[in-house]
């Protein structure tokens, strides 16, 4: 697609995701306004094209549903990646993350329906899946999540398709397999590769919860963009794609792989209790992503990891001897 006549607008613009596709959005030349609440969101992870004539930045709340219509008017395409996004923060509050993902979404679409947006892309998550035995896990499998989070996720991809059946909104869900990459945040409630690199910089202990079998296919967060950017190209809606590197790592061999990589060999991996809501594998099968959006990863785990380590060294001048 040529993005440069389009008028796209991206929720959740200065969260992890959300601010690396916008930032991609912008350098492709697309007039791009970024909404956030900056709430989770940093102004930091977007300060790089703040200045561009192309951006605009907008502090708003997806719960508010008459600034959503003010905001949409004169869109084409919204990517729509706002989320509550922490699973073991679901488990504490179930009803902020509802309010957030379900009636936040409800909104988006809503407003999206009354401004006849051309196209919406949704970012789920593989969360919905649940425990389930079978891998790896496709499209059309049951889902059984074990969070209010991957609820709510769940509840969002129905919306996303019922509003395409029943209004012909143009609607895509695509279900991400666990992000990492630059611009995540290192808190209790981020990614694991993001509080392990933290860790790591500080020279303590890497801890896993549980036994470190369970299992996880981590993605490039610029594989991740990528595949924003063909569902936006692909003719396609009504749609759930699962969007993963296809390649599951356990937690163990990560920890193992994390230490390799910055030569730190010396620091010790510990264990500890299992996290409640956390499902035990999870793999993608990527045959439809293939098929539908002719998405191919570029960057395996050990590839993302290095690039993610170069960009972190670079961006907050630490050194990091890498492998
Ligand atoms: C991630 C996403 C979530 C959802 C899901 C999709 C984050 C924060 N969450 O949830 O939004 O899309 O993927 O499947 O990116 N762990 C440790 N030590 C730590 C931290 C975590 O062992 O210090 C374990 C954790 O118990 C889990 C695994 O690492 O088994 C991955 O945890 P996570 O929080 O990175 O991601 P996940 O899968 O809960």
Known sequence: MNFKEKNVLV?????????NLTIELVNLGANVIGFDNLFNGRIENIEEILENKSFKFIKGDIRDFNFLLEVFEGIDIIYHVAAFTSVPQSVLMPESCNDVNVNGTLNVLNAARKRDIEKIIYSSSSSVYGDTPTLPKKEDMPRHPISPYG????????????????????????????????????????????????????????????????????????????????????????????????????????????????????????????????????????????????????????????????????????????N
């Open 151 to 322: 609820v709510s996720k769940l509840a969002c991809e129905g919306y996303m398709q019922v509003f395409h059946k029943i209004y012909g909104l143009r609607t895509l869900s695509l279900r991400y397999f666990n992000v990492f990459g630059p611009r995540q945040k290192d808190s209790p409630y981020s990614g694991v590769i993001a509080i392990w690199l933290g860790r790591l910089l500080n020279n303590k202990d890497l801890i896993i919860f549980g036994n470190g079998e369970q299992s996880r296919d981590f993605t490039y967060v610029k594989d991740v963009v990528h595949a924003n950017l063909l569902a936006a190209e692909q003719g396609i809606s009504g749609e759930i794609i699962n969007i993963g590197a296809g390649a599951p790592i356990t937690l163990s061999n990560l920890a193992k792989l994390m230490l390799k990589l910055t030569k730190k060999e010396k620091l010790n991996i510990s264990y500890t209790d299992t996290r409640s809501g956390d499902i035990f594998h999870s793999y993608a099968d990527i045959s439809k992503a293939k098929e539908l959006l002719n998405f191919q990863p570029k960057f395996n785990q050990e590839e993302g990891l290095k690039d993610y380590f170069n960009w972190y060294c670079h961006k907050y001048k630490v050194s990091l001897d890498l």
């Open 11 to 19: 929720t959740g613009a200065a969260g992890f995701i959300g601010s």
